[in-house]
């Protein structure tokens, strides 16, 4: 019969041979998957043999990758910020980009918590989850324009009991919530160019939905359109943070002065290239 430590290294053999990112490292998490383990786990039964029942299970799973399915839709779930969200094709697979951005509005207002919060594009719910977890007090109203993307992000909010602290709402950015005011709004918008999509890799282009990702205007039409939308629904003071793509806060620039914001601030991510910005209500 066939060892841990065997199938680790056929697994991880095939995927190099058809170009999946990372191989080894999906390699451990389907198979830590199948055997009810964490991946660090498996490290301890490298001579363990593998059931038929087992291998039958592995290998559907391994093709699935292989055809370079996300390996968080084959899991069924994505680890955003300490929270384990159902991920799958009904909305875009939560990036580190995003959790960055998360822990980035967290120091932000530590010292002041937010009452209010709202999330344009929530997609898997995650950003909204995920600041409603680190602000217990507010209330959260999480946006998007498709229905499926809602529809599994209420499934989040009831898998982590925040059902009745996050409302959400079907819509185009700020139209649900007319009249509204926060202390905190954010957005990780489609960002993307027409070009930046076509070179996508295929886990992107093959499987996360093309309208969460790309937008006019090379990329900027709806990062313009929330920056002159905001303000109208910021309270004083109140912190819009956005994601976006690399290199477009030049063309964004005429679009974050003041007026109408207080002030304007970019930030790198994790990997020092350009992705933030944080304005302030005016």
Known sequence: MQSVLDILGKTTGYFEKVGV????????????HVLGCKRLGLYLQFERPLTDAELD?????????ARREPLQHILGTVDFHGLILRC???ALVPRPETEWLVERVIERLKDRPPAWIADLGTGTGAL???????????AVDAVDRSAEALALARENAAALGLAERVAFHEGDWFVPLAGRRYDCIVANPPYLS???????????????????????ENGTADLVRILREAPAHLK??????????VAQHAALAEHTSA?????????NDYAKRERYLFLAGA
């Open 57 to 65: 299970v592995l290998r559907p799973l391994v093709r699935r990758r």
């Open 259 to 267: 007026p109408p914001y207080a002030s304007a601030e970019r930030e």
């Open 128 to 138: 909204a989850l995920a600041l409603a977890t680190a602000f217990p007090e507010a």
């Open 194 to 216: 027409e070009a930046d999509w076509d070179a996508a890799e295929p886990e992107v282009a093959n499987f996360d939905p093309k309208e969460a990702l790309v937008a006019p």
């Open 236 to 245: 004083p003071g109140g912190l819009l943070a956005l994601e976006t793509n």
């Open 88 to 90: 799958d094709g009904r």
């Open 21 to 32: 990112p990372q191989a080894k490292l999906d390699a451990e998490y389907l198979l830590a």
